[in-house]
Nanobody, 123 residues
Framework: VQLQASGGGLVQAGDSLRLSCAAS????????MAWFRQASGKDREFLAA????????SYRDSVKGRFTISRDKAKNTVFLQMVSLKPEDTAVYYC?????????????????WGQGTLVTVSS
């Protein structure tokens, strides 16, 4: 599975941004997809995950209500809609996939990773 993340950029605090992650290489119907981020000097942290087939989701508490994960089955693409962005949201955002229907919050449980897309939120 190849993952291509896009949609990052420089925005101001309070703005919205939608990240995309296009999957290719094989069917991902039995997969779970997730978004992580890694700020400079910090560990990679879980943000949100979705079971591709069932559509069930899981979120990090600190982003609930601001971030929404979704998928477009026809386009084999997962999205992360982010609103009310804050300077502390500045990080490289990664999408990931694992060949299980159950989502996970642990980075090491994901087998496939996109290249990352940088989100910078200015104050």
């Amino acid at each position: 599975v190849q993952l291509q993340a896009s949609g990052g950029g420089l925005v101001q605090a309070g703005d919205s941004l939608r990240l995309s992650c296009a999957a290719s290489g094989r069917t991902i119907s039995g997969y779970a997809m997730a978004w992580f981020r890694q700020a400079s000097g910090k560990d990679r942290e879980f943000l949100a995950a979705i079971s591709w087939s069932a559509g069930s989701t899981s979120y990090r508490d600190s982003v609930k209500g601001r971030f929404t994960i979704s998928r477009d089955k026809a386009k084999n693409t997962v999205f992360l809609q982010m609103v009310s962005l804050k300077p502390e949201d500045t990080a490289v955002y990664y999408c990931a996939a694992r060949p299980y229907v159950v989502v996970s919050r642990t980075p090491r449980s994901y087998d496939y990773w996109g290249q990352g897309t940088l989100v910078t939120v200015s104050s």
